[in-house]
């Protein structure tokens, strides 16, 4: 008989992971306001990013907040990669999991370099934290 090995395959979105700002409310660094962060910060210095799931680029471009940014959407989840230095996709790509995005920066509203990395799940945001834990598992 048989069988259909499945395998599922994601990558972290950096190769080591040091959290420098959580999920939830917080402190803004720059504007002193108390507001919802809705996603992590993630420490890095010029650290290739990842894709964390296979999947379609829906956005990569620039904005005064999120800096050089990628949007990838897969399935019924979307990432968001803030503060590039450099983009290596186009708004259109499909990607596979582990697929080299981009390069971390320091680009938009920040205080200093780090990977900006938010998780939706139906367009809702979830904790980057638990969803990675939970893909470990």
Known sequence: MN???????????????????????RMHPLTGQYRFHAGIDLR???DTVFAVLPG??????????????IRLSSGDFSFLYGHLSQVFVLAG?????????????????????????????QQKPVNPLAFLRDLTR
Request: charged share 10%.
């Open 3 to 25: 069988k259909l090995l499945l395998v599922f395959a994601f990558c972290l979105p950096l190769r080591h992971l040091a959290l420098t700002s959580g999920y939830g409310y």
């Open 56 to 69: 379609h680029i829906t956005f990569a471009g620039y904005d005064a907040v999120t800096g050089a940014h």
């Open 44 to 46: 890095a210095n010029q």
């Open 93 to 121: 790509d499909s990607v596979p999991a582990c697929r080299p995005l981009g390069i971390t920066g320091s680009s938009g509203r920040v205080s200093g370099e780090h990977l900006h990395f938010s998780v939706s799940y």
